[in-house]
Every structure is written in structure tokens, then in C-alpha cells.
């Protein structure tokens, strides 16, 4: 995974429709250049509950947006840096953020069901109560994330690493957990594990409802 763009502080473009019709033009037709190009005040902007469903944003940079409530059902983010950005309650459902940058965004509440997250950096990232039914988090960064809550039903995050999570009252049930290396403490933290997957050092496997030591 490539090494995460640096932070950035800068001035807040409220919301603007312009804003919102810049980016999607860029999204239809002119690339990530273009809107990157317009990012390069380092402006914070605000594209609150925006409709940016089936978007093509790989590869461009959101950080610290504001996509609160925002709609990106489908969408392609691939390699998109949404470092710290705001996407509280977002529809991302079945969205591409595979190699995306979510370094301590703030994904509260957000719908990621079916949404492939496959290499994604959630490092020190906000995802409490989040849907991820069956989303991929295979080999994703999840440091020191915040997944209390979370709804990971059927969710494949084999090899994905979760040192220092947070994971109380997280459900994993049917969750493939392969190569992932629990905590003890993230352990008793998990409420479901029926039918859940860990072959790992972690010395628990979970079948059904139980549990046996490797």
C-alpha cells in the first residue's frame, strides 16, 4: 500500500452548487487532474448529503471533505485520498475503496454493504455502527479504528489488520476472519461470533457458535 498523502489545513469552501458541479464534471468528463487541480488551495469543501451515486472519483482527492448523508451508492473511489474527511451516515453501499486513503475519517453510521474496501487505510478511522454486511476488507489497515457496533455480517476481512482496534459490540457473524490476529482484549469485545472464520496466531478458531483452541 502506497504511504498516505500528508495532512493538510487550509480555507473552507462553504457549500457551493458550483462546487458540486465541478466535481461532477470531473467525475463525467475532464478526470481526477482537473478537480485536483481546484484542490490545490488545500480548501476543505463542503459536499453535505451531495448525490454522487455511480460517481467515477478514483483517484481524487477528498480529504477532509464534508460528505456527511452524502449518496455514493456504487461509486468508484479507487485510490481516492479521503484522509479525515467527514462521510457521517454516507450510502456506500457496493462503492470501490479499494486502496483509498481514510486515515481518521469519520465514517459514523455510514452504510457500507457490499462496498469493497480491499487495501483501504482506515488507520485511527471512525466506523461505529457502520453496515458492512458483506463488504471486503481484505488486507485493509484498520490501526487503531474505531468499529464499535459495527455490523460486519458475512464481511470478508482476511488478513486485515486490527491491531489496537475497537471493536465492542462489533458482530462478525459468518465474518471470514482469516489471518487476522486478534487482541485479546478486541476478543471479548466481539458479541457474535456464530459461524464466524479465524484461522490465525490468534489461538481461536470459531465454528458455529463455538469456540476451540488451536
Known amino acids: 500500500m502506497r504511504q498516505a498523502p500528508a495532512e493538510f489545513f487550509g480555507t473552507v469552501i462553504v457549500a457551493d452548487p458550483n ?8 467525475s463525467r468528463e475532464t478526470g481526477a487532474a482537473e478537480w485536483n487541480g481546484v484542490r490545490a488551495g488545500r480548501a ?16 481524487f482527492n477528498l480529504a477532509r471533505a464534508d460528505l456527511s448523508d452524502a449518496r455514493l451508492f456504487n461509486a468508484d473511489l479507487t485510490g481516492a485520498d479521503l484522509s479525515h474527511a467527514r462521510l457521517a451516515r454516507a450510502d456506500l453501499r457496493r462503492a470501490n475503496l479499494s486502496n483509498a486513503y481514510l486515515t481518521g475519517a469519520d465514517l459514523t453510521g455510514a452504510n457500507l454493504q457490499g462496498a469493497n474496501l480491499v487495501d483501504t487505510n482506515l488507520d ?20 487503531n479504528a474505531d468499529l464499535e457496533n459495527a455490523s460486519l455480517r458475512c464481511a470478508n476481512l482476511k488478513f486485515a489488520n486490527v491491531k489496537g482496534a475497537r471493536m465492542k459490540g462489533a458482530d462478525v457473524d459468518e465474518a471470514d476472519l482469516t489471518g487476522v490476529d486478534f487482541e485479546p482484549q478486541t476478543l471479548k469485545e466481539l458479541v457474535n461470533f456464530a459461524g464466524a472464520i479465524i484461522r490465525t496466531k490468534s489461538l481461536v478458531r470459531v465454528q458455529g457458535s463455538g469456540r476451540q483452541r488451536l
Do not use: M, P, W, Y
Not at 127 to 142: C, I, P, S
Open 124 to 143: 485511527e478511522a471512525c466506523l461505529e455502527g457502520v453496515q458492512a454486511a458483506g463488504a471486503h476488507f481484505v488486507g485493509a489497515n484498520l490501526v
Open 44 to 59: 476543505v469543501v463542503d459536499l453535505t448529503a451531495a448525490d454522487l451515486s455511480q460517481a467515477a472519483l478514483a483517484d
Open 19 to 26: 462546487i458540486l458541479k465541478a466535481l461532477i464534471r470531473a
